[in-house]
């Protein structure tokens, strides 16, 4: 399923690459060969912030709150639906759909974390620490390192999602662990384990409030995360010693797994996988706008809406503050001022499945970055790459 490029070519570095390939990008578009997407922009932050409609900075609770509603109502009336039939026909159908329900749900408790789902902090938290409780998120640990990740995004170091390893750290991972990243599909159920331990290279669970991504003042944030987390947990194992474990495992645990895919994958597609290699950046040559251009828009066909438009990234990570239901807009509105910079979305079908090509791509190809330079690319392990096309074949 892997593009298939000669390892040669692989085996070069990224930028001299892009100049070989043809010219004739993968959506038809003629690739800009005389745009270098690591250049500094020409414009400033501020007009980007000032193209955005004033109308689209307005978070208004009552209107998050009504998504928050239509996905509680579709999620017990799938669960009901599914105990009522109870047919081997219809808990495939339920599984897929009820993780997308749970990875909704997801980007509402999502909006809750940036502050953008109202202006309220108390309703933020209340309703971020029920959704994501419910789907097994330590809400304030996640949301801390994921303000992280925005704060630094497209820094090799400094990156807190899905960041690249380092050519000296991927160089000493031990043969397991290069499985599980770089191996369809072990990454796609990455998300618990992320939160448990962090990502290679870096120390730390989401659950420990002494843990290195949280500072002393947040610790009693984390603790009371981790006790709501602890209270869902709590609450399965009780419902699968009342109802059985088998019908927890069937309602909830596979729900749960498809949420994680959902998550990983979207997450992953964000900063990778774009049909042009991207930048990362380190030292004097990263910066908040230049880190935030690097991230990539997706157009998920009919999931758009069902997934709150988590698609629309760049925008998202540019300004986290403006709610999830006025991304689509500012992005239209900013698009003029990002010229180049903003690479469109390919147009998806009703399922995107033109997004497995980007994927299987770039987790078996992207492996690691050079050690040093302040504009690195990602680069190939050719030797991890035999193996997986020789399996593919
Ligand atoms: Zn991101
Ligand atoms: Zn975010």
């Known amino acids: 399923m892997t593009e298939s490029r000669p390892l040669e070519e692989m085996a070069m570095a990224a930028p001299e690459r892009e100049k070989k390939r043809d010219p004739i990008g993968v959506n038809g578009i003629r690739n800009q060969s005389d745009f270098d997407p690591s250049d500094p922009p020409p414009f400033k932050i501020a007009e980007i912030r000032a193209a955005i409609p004033r109308h689209c900075w307005v978070k208004n609770a009552w209107r998050s709150l009504s998504y928050v509603f239509r996905d509680l109502f579709v999620i017990f009336a799938l669960a009901f639906a599914a105990i009522y039939s109870d047919t081997w026909l219809v808990w495939p159908f339920y599984w897929a759909a009820q993780g997308t329900m749970f990875w909704a749900l997801f980007v509402l408790g999502h909006d809750c974390g940036h502050g953008s789902?109202?202006?309220?902090?108390?309703?933020?938290?209340?309703?971020?620490?029920?959704?994501?409780?419910?789907?097994?998120?330590?809400?304030?640990?996640?949301?801390?390192?994921?303000?992280?990740?925005h704060q630094n995004h497209g820094h090799v170091e400094n990156d807190e999602s899905w960041v690249p390893l380092t050519e000296k750290v991927y160089k000493n991972l031990d043969e397991s662990t290069k499985t599980l990243r770089f191996k369809v599909p072990f990454p796609f159920f990455a998300y618990p384990f992320y939160l448990w331990n962090r990502s290679p290279g870096k120390e730390g669970?989401?659950?420990?409030?002494?843990?290195?991504?949280?500072?002393?003042?947040?610790?009693?944030?984390?603790?009371?995360?981790?006790?709501?987390?602890?209270?869902?947990?709590?609450?399965?194992?009780?419902?699968?010693?009342?109802?059985?474990?088998?019908?927890?495992?069937?309602?909830y645990g596979v729900p749960y797994w498809v949420f994680v895919m959902w998550l990983d994958i979207v997450t992953y597609l964000h900063h990778h996988g774009y049909d042009q290699k991207l930048p990362w950046y380190r030292g004097k040559e990263w910066s908040y706008l230049r880190g935030g251009l690097t991230t990539v828009d997706r157009d998920y066909g009919i999931f758009n809406n069902i997934h709150h438009d988590i698609g629309t990234h760049v925008i998202h990570h540019l300004f986290p503050q403006i709610p999830h239901y006025h991304l689509v807009e500012a992005t239209k509105a900013a698009k003029p001022m990002l010229g180049k910079y903003y690479r469109e979305p390919r147009k998806s079908g009703p399922i995107p499945v033109h997004l497995i090509k980007n994927l299987v791509a770039s987790i078996s190809q992207d492996h690691y970055v050079s050690d040093n330079g302040d504009i690195v690319y990602y680069q190939t392990d050719t030797e991890l790459y035999k193996m997986s096309e020789s399996k593919c074949n």
């Open 117 to 149: 789902f109202s202006n309220s902090s108390k309703l933020n938290s209340l309703v971020g620490h029920v959704l994501h409780s419910a789907i097994l998120v330590p809400y304030n640990g996640w949301r801390i390192s994921h303000r992280t990740h």
């Open 205 to 251: 669970s989401h659950f420990n409030p002494y843990s290195k991504l949280f500072a002393p003042s947040e610790r009693n944030q984390v603790i009371t995360s981790t006790i709501c987390w602890s209270v869902m947990a709590a609450l399965l194992v009780y419902l699968s010693f009342e109802v059985g474990p088998v019908q927890i495992l069937m309602l």
